[in-house]
């Protein structure tokens, strides 16, 4: 095990290494360069200026020799400045992560328990009228993108009924104006890991040991409680681990939508006003937390399946 940590974690560097580097090459493309000049200076500038302000920033400079610098820098913790906030990047992006890292914890204390209620109760008995409707209802969520639930539930909720509010304001949380964003990702999310819990409960339920218990004469609650659950719980881990580099990344249309000014929100500041140095720290806590969790994925699995530790 611990020369699998090992591998993976070497895999894991070179996969940021290059990540970053194209995120790099992407953003000092010359429009962008040209953009982020006419920004800072002024809309009017000529191309001599334009190029006197690249110049005199620093952004003439060899390309891999800046790479290199921010890539020390970024090791040692210091990511830049951003040219959106004018502040240093390590006091704006800790910041909205933390915002989004309440969503996220909200989103998945809502998302994970109902779709693993949802996936047990489909999975106990195959072919079944609650096995149809639930499964019926994990396909409409999951098939629903979140600009479309997020903007039904607004409309329904907050302008017709008016029980909940139809922005939610970083720093100032409460259950009527967390409702609806919470709600929209949860919903999303949910009905992926409860297809996935239900596919492994009825694959458990057809197994051998079960059918010995049923033939030993044990209640059906037991059997479920017992013997199926825990095997069955072992496939949708990963999928519940894989939603956490889904809640940073795409926690972006839900934060715009409802006015969140989270993680996503800041990517799209970024983006918009090519913040190159707040873009760059933007991907790179993107791709550590997808390496990261999927790391966390293979050891867990790793523990919870004995069949793979033997292998």
Same mark, same amino acid.
């Given at each position: 095990m611990l020369g699998f940590i090992l591998r993976r974690l070497g895999v894991m560097l070179a996969t940021m290494v290059a990540l970053t580097f194209i995120v790099f090459s992407l953003v000092n493309l010359e429009p962008n360069l040209r953009k982020l000049a006419l920004e800072q200076g002024n809309i009017r500038m000529s191309d001599e200026a334009i190029e006197t302000w690249l110049e005199n920033n620093g952004y003439r400079r060899p390309f891999l020799l800046r790479y290199g610098e921010w890539l020390t820098n970024a090791m040692t913790g210091e990511l830049g400045h951003s040219t959106r906030f004018r502040r240093p990047v390590n006091d704006v992006l800790p910041e909205r992560l933390g915002y989004t890292g309440i969503l996220a914890f909200w989103v998945m204390a809502t998302m994970v328990p109902g779709a693993l209620i949802i996936g047990v109760l489909a999975g106990m008995r195959e072919g079944s009228k609650t096995d149809r409707s639930l499964s019926i209802f994990s396909i409409i969520t999951t098939a629903t993108p979140e600009y479309v639930s997020g903007i039904i539930f607004t409309v329904i909720f907050a302008t017709w009924l008016g029980w909940f509010k139809g922005v939610a304001k970083a720093g100032d949380i409460d259950f009527w104006s967390f409702t609806l964003p919470v709600m929209t990702m949860a919903l999303y999310g949910m009905g992926y890991i409860a297809r996935m819990t239900r596919a492994s409960m009825t694959e458990v339920m057809t197994s051998q040991y079960i059918r010995t218990a049923r #033939?030993?004469?044990?209640?059906?609650?037991?059997? /479920? +409680?017992?013997? %199926?659950?825990? =095997?069955?719980? $072992?496939?949708?881990?990963?999928?519940?681990?894989?939603?956490?580099?889904?809640?940073?990344?795409?926690?972006?249309?839900?934060?715009? #939508?409802?006015?969140?000014?989270?993680?996503?929100? /800041? +990517?799209?500041? %970024?983006?918009? =006003?090519?913040? $190159?140095?707040?873009?760059?720290?933007?991907?790179?806590?993107?791709?550590?937390?997808?390496?990261?969790?999927?790391?966390i994925s293979d050891v867990g699995y790793a523990f919870l399946n004995p069949r793979i530790r033997v292998q």
């Amino acid at each position: 095990m611990l020369g699998f940590i090992l591998r993976r974690l070497g895999v894991m560097l070179a996969t940021m290494v290059a990540l970053t580097f194209i995120v790099f090459s992407l953003v000092n493309l010359e429009p962008n360069l040209r953009k982020l000049a006419l920004e800072q200076g002024n809309i009017r500038m000529s191309d001599e200026a334009i190029e006197t302000w690249l110049e005199n920033n620093g952004y003439r400079r060899p390309f891999l020799l800046r790479y290199g610098e921010w890539l020390t820098n970024a090791m040692t913790g210091e990511l830049g400045h951003s040219t959106r906030f004018r502040r240093p990047v390590n006091d704006v992006l800790p910041e909205r992560l933390g915002y989004t890292g309440i969503l996220a914890f909200w989103v998945m204390a809502t998302m994970v328990p109902g779709a693993l209620i949802i996936g047990v109760l489909a999975g106990m008995r195959e072919g079944s009228k609650t096995d149809r409707s639930l499964s019926i209802f994990s396909i409409i969520t999951t098939a629903t993108p979140e600009y479309v639930s997020g903007i039904i539930f607004t409309v329904i909720f907050a302008t017709w009924l008016g029980w909940f509010k139809g922005v939610a304001k970083a720093g100032d949380i409460d259950f009527w104006s967390f409702t609806l964003p919470v709600m929209t990702m949860a919903l999303y999310g949910m009905g992926y890991i409860a297809r996935m819990t239900r596919a492994s409960m009825t694959e458990v339920m057809t197994s051998q040991y079960i059918r010995t218990a049923r #033939l030993k004469g044990l209640s059906f609650p037991v059997i /479920v +409680l017992r013997h %199926a659950l825990r =095997n069955a719980l $072992i496939a949708p881990f990963t999928v519940i681990m894989l939603q956490f580099p889904w809640l940073l990344t795409g926690v972006v249309i839900v934060e715009k #939508l409802f006015n969140y000014k989270g993680f996503g929100w /800041v +990517l799209v500041e %970024a983006a918009d =006003n090519n913040d $190159i140095d707040l873009l760059l720290a933007c991907s790179l806590v993107s791709v550590a937390v997808v390496i990261v969790t999927q790391l966390i994925s293979d050891v867990g699995y790793a523990f919870l399946n004995p069949r793979i530790r033997v292998q």
